[in-house]
């Protein structure tokens, strides 16, 4: 069965700071894997997705993730934060003929000016 | 273009109440999906559907109830509520399970 690991709860990081945002899944086939952001009160919305190609994949917001197959992760980056980035962020995982996502727990994301 | 939308937007119920959840599409998706979320817990799939006149249980189902009888909208009924049952709770849609699932804007379900 498709799992998937977000390894922090909540990351703080400084204004205009790097942040890597970690998740890892577990599929004994092929996986497609996405990441979700959830601004406050509002809806899930897509930030970037992997389904097949290139391993980094850059998505919306300045927001990138690189797919590692070794090492079971697909970790999502941004080189410099935003106040407006402060929001909860879900990795999810599917697989070649399942019909449904896996989302991670979730990780709160906080900007500190 | 609405998208996804819920209705309603919030519900306070007692213990032993039932009430219906409205989700509609204009996407014309095949698939759609009830979550539920909790602090912590991340968003647990209810139940989920691949297609008009279809249902499946998904990660909780228990206490709930979904049909899908036209294919722009997914009720999600509970029959008896229960205090366990307080949360947010989202509907999705999607073409299929590769591509992006489009969200609504939640119902925030207290019971009492």
């Known amino acids: 069965a498709q799992s998937v690991t977000q390894l922090d709860s909540q990351v703080p990081v400084f204004e205009e700071a790097p942040v890597e945002l970690r998740c890892n899944y577990s599929s004994s086939v092929s996986v497609y894997l996405f990441w979700y952001v959830q601004y406050p009160n509002q809806g899930l919305q897509l930030l970037l997705k992997?389904?097949?190609?290139?391993?980094l994949v850059k998505g919306i917001n300045g927001f990138e993730a690189e797919f590692n197959k070794s090492q079971t992760s697909f970790h999502l980056r941004k080189p410099s934060v935003h106040i407006s980035d402060t929001a909860e962020y879900f990795c999810a995982v599917t697989q070649w003929g399942a019909q449904k996502l896996v989302f991670g727990q979730g990780t709160r994301l906080t900007i500190n000016p | 273009n609405a998208g996804v939308t819920q209705t309603p937007k919030f519900r306070v119920l007692k213990t032993g109440q039932s009430m219906t959840l409205l989700c509609a599409q204009d996407?014309?998706?095949?698939?759609m999906y009830w979550y539920r979320q909790d602090p912590g817990m991340g968003l647990r799939l209810i139940h989920y559907?691949?297609?008009?006149?279809?249902?499946a249980k998904g990660e909780v189902p228990d206490g709930y109830n979904v049909s899908r009888l036209k294919k722009q909208n997914f009720l999600l009924g509970l029959e008896s509520a229960a205090p366990s049952q307080t949360s947010v709770y989202f509907c999705a849609s999607s073409p299929d399970t590769y591509n992006e699932q489009f969200f609504g804007p939640g119902t925030r379900l207290t019971v009492l």
């Open positions: 559907s691949v297609g008009e006149g279809t249902t």
């Open positions: 992997y389904l097949s190609g290139s391993t």
């Open positions: 996407m014309n998706h095949e698939y």
